[in-house]
């Protein structure tokens, strides 16, 4: 086969002159040459010395056949830490039937051809869900998968190693999760649905970026990293403990970070992240930058006591009918917040509430409140006592309450 | 595995899944508040908290002062928790979420 030079046209207008048809003459001189490499790659793929090609040509069962046996090419490669092997997989179907595509060497990766979730395993969704058909990580320790869509299937990830990256890939229930493993890899742009990313059982401490799931998600004890991450509700350390570090994370359902009517803590940082009803920890000892949630949340009927900044709540929220004995600046609930029925031992700066807050629900109020105020008509601050002091407070009255 | 907490340093709890009745899951969702309400939450919150052994705190302690920040006179050091994951025979993982100078930080491992 001849080689043909794309950039170096001149020395093609030099053989024919630089006028139109010479310039069609090379262009279709390349579009040969290009052909006749395409014509010669041999049947499922190319391989070079750290890569082999999967071209996805034939059915979505031919396809896999040729994925597995680039697998198997790959294993007799060498693969070391210093002799990476990829699989690069062309988009298409994969059809692995009810066996699953075990990935278990060390520095083999598998990345799709575009980038996209376009190496798509079709099998259809069979018991058990954690094997059919699908892709599992089994117990490596270094690996990168990029592109990997096994549509409602569990993407099984049956490893905890940090050398484990998986990027752009997407499962059903179940997936980058399993009850037998924490999560300790990192995940970027993956997207799974209920019981994923460590589920509602494991430690999920690795590093999570832009990552989405259903409920029950993120683990029992979410200590990793979680970053732009979204899930639906009972997540990221439902009824466990959420001691990681949370940024712009949103749970759509109740009871997350830390959230329950029993036993959460929230003792991690989280910032800019929103949750809605019983989230935030029924102990809340962290440190809460920008969030919001809603009802029943930051400490409950526990401990809020944590340092909370610029943090939203609704009824029921701040150490409801717990201790509200931690930071608070600039805050805002509803009804029955900061320490309401409980006590309100903290430190209260600029916070809001509507009504029956404060100590106030029959609670009592030994922290120090500064320009707090109660928005509801005819709603006072609870006496102090045991030190408290409240220093240009307003009422709901608009009149200004300095106590102590 | 286990899931050891301290929030005290020195002292170190497991916490353990704790199974509730339906009838004790609609009082807990419940949205009036009741006494029995409280009672049940101090007692779950109690069952979630398991005794280690001597030999684990010891383990565990040890392990927490290797990570520990050197803290000098004239900081203020806070734990906050110090959760820990042990295999029966060495910790797997961990974290500590701490303030130093009322700064919130974190030392995995």
């Known amino acids: ?30 579009i040969k040459g290009l052909n006749e490499a395409i014509a010669n790659i041999p049947t499922g793929g190319l ?30 490669m060498s693969p070391s830490p210093t002799n990476r092997i990829t699989i690069v997989a062309a988009p298409g179907y994969y059809n692995f039937g009810t066996t699953p595509f075990v990935m278990n060497t060390d520095c083999i990766d598998l990345v799709s051809l575009d980038g996209n979730r376009s190496i798509i395993f079709n099998a259809p969704y069979a018991s058990p869900f954690y094997s059919s058909g699908t892709i599992i990580l089994d117990f490596v320790s270094n690996v990168y998968v990029r592109g990997v869509d096994v549509q ?78 979204t899930s639906g509700g009972y ?18 359902g109740s009871l997350s970070f830390g959230g329950s009517y029993s036993s959460g ?6 910032l800019n992240c929103k949750s809605v009803d019983v989230s935030f920890g029924l102990v809340a000892s962290g440190t809460f930058t920008n969030c919001t949630a809603g009802n029943d949340s930051f400490g409950y009927y526990g401990t809020a006591s944590g340092t909370f900044t610029n943090c939203v709540g609704s009824s029921s929220c701040f150490g409801y009918y717990g201790n509200a004995s931690g930071n608070f600046y600039n805050c805002r609930g509803t009804f029955a917040a900061f320490g309401s029925g409980g006590t309100a031992s903290g430190s209260f700066n600029s916070c809001v ?11 009592t109020l030994t922290g120090k ?36 | 595995m286990k899931n050891l ?31 029995e309400k409280l009672v049940l939450i101090q007692k779950i919150q109690n069952e979630s908290k398991k005794a280690v052994s001597a030999s684990v705190a010891k383990k565990a302690n040890t392990k927490y002062n290797e990570i520990k920040p050197i803290v000098e006179d004239t900081d203020v050091y806070e734990l906050i928790a110090a959760d820990f994951i042990f295999d029966d025979t060495d910790f797997v993982a961990g974290i500590v979420n701490y303030r130093l100078n009322e700064e919130h930080k974190q030392i995995r491992f």
Not at chain 1, 237 to 249: D, H, P
Not at chain 1, 265 to 270: E, I, L, M, Q, Y
Not at chain 1, 353 to 363: D, E
Request: aromatic residues 12%; charged residues 15%.
């Open chain 2, 5 to 35: 907490q301290s929030i005290e340093e020195g002292k170190w709890v497991e916490l353990v899944s704790v199974e509730l009745t339906d009838a004790e899951k609609s009082l807990l969702a419940s949205k009036e508040h009741s006494d």
């Open chain 1, 152 to 229: 409602t299937k569990a993407f099984a990830v049956e490893t905890y190693y940090p050398g484990v990256t998986i990027e752009n890939c997407k499962g059903g229930q179940f997936s980058f999760s399993s009850s037998f493993f924490n999560m300790g890899s990192r995940f970027v742009d993956c997207e799974g649905g209920n019981n994923s990313f460590g589920g509602n059982t494991g430690n999920s401490y690795g590093t999570f970026i832009r990552c989405k799931a259903g409920s029950y998600s993120f683990g029992l004890t979410a200590s990793g990293t979680f970053t732009d991450c």
């Open chain 1, 265 to 270: 803590t929230a003792s991690g940082t989280f």
């Open chain 1, 369 to 404: 409140l500064y320009y707090c105020r109660l928005t509801q008509s005819g709603q006072n601050f609870p006496t102090v006592s045991g030190g408290g002091i409240t220093r240009l407070c307003i009422t709901g009255s608009n009149v200004e309450n300095n106590q102590g």
């Open chain 1, 235 to 252: 997540s990221f350390g439902y009824n466990g403990t959420a001691n990681g570090t949370f940024t712009n994370c949103t749970s759509t």
């Open chain 1, 1 to 30: 086969m001849n080689y043909i030079d794309v950039k170096n046209f001149r020395k093609y207008e030099q053989l024919f002159g630089d006028n139109g048809p010479a310039k069609i003459g090379h262009v279709n001189a390349v």
């Open chain 1, 353 to 363: 509430a509507t009504s029956v807050s404060f100590g106030g629900g029959g609670g």
């Open chain 1, 47 to 76: 391989t070079g010395s750290n890569y082999v090609y999967v071209a996805a040509d034939g059915t979505d069962v031919q396809n896999a056949a040729a994925l597995q046996a680039a697998y198997v090419t790959a294993q007799g």
